[in-house]
């Protein structure tokens, strides 16, 4: 047996154990879909932009809040602070920094991160779309390249 085709062995079988495809087998053919242009729009496999999730945003930068807050408590520690002045002022730069991120003063990032990523590019999308006239109402993806709509 050759790669566990043919024959175990090829004693007192009459051939020489030379193993060959069998050439009038049908092959099936992958099913082809047709898409009308309706179905495209509607459609599961349409491209659809993932939304910033909020709180994932949100937890990053009280987690950037808290790396603020270490490395003061570091700092402090080295000067050899007592530990109830430490405390104060951490606490004190927790505050400002919430009540900046909840206020809304706090800028995003230059980040790598898919979310913030996201949430940019959407306000960047939203930007555009004001300053070319676009309405979100009015607007169909994909329309620009409609021949029928064009001659519309």
């Known amino acids: 047996?050759?790669?566990?085709i043919g024959l175990s062995t090829t004693r007192g079988s009459g051939t020489n154990g030379y193993v060959q495809r069998n050439l009038s087998t049908l092959r099936s053919q992958p099913q082809r879909v047709e898409f009308s242009r309706d179905e495209k729009k509607g459609s599961e496999?349409?491209?659809?932009?993932?939304?910033p999730d909020p709180d994932i945003?949100?937890?990053?930068?009280?987690?950037?809040?808290?790396?603020?807050?270490?490395?003061?408590r570091d700092e402090l520690e080295g000067q050899g602070l007592s530990e109830s002045e430490i405390e104060d002022r951490i606490e004190s730069l927790r505050t400002r920094l919430?009540?900046?991120?909840?206020g809304g003063l706090s800028g995003?990032?230059?980040t790598n991160e898919t979310?913030?990523?996201?949430?940019?590019k959407e306000?960047?999308?939203?930007?555009?779309?004001?300053?070319?006239?676009?309405h979100?109402?009015?607007y169909t993806e994909g329309a620009a390249f409609d021949r029928e709509l064009q001659v519309l």
Do not use: P, W
């Open 98 to 102: 919430l009540n900046e991120l909840v």
């Open 57 to 72: 945003l949100l937890h990053n930068k009280k987690r950037q809040i808290e790396v603020q807050c270490l490395e003061l």
């Open 123 to 134: 306000r960047q999308n939203v930007k555009l779309m004001q300053a070319f006239g676009i």
């Open 45 to 51: 496999r349409s491209f659809t932009e993932r939304k």
């Open 115 to 120: 979310h913030a990523m996201a949430e940019a």
């Open 1 to 4: 047996m050759y790669n566990g």
């Open 108 to 110: 995003t990032d230059n």
């Open 136 to 138: 979100e109402a009015s």
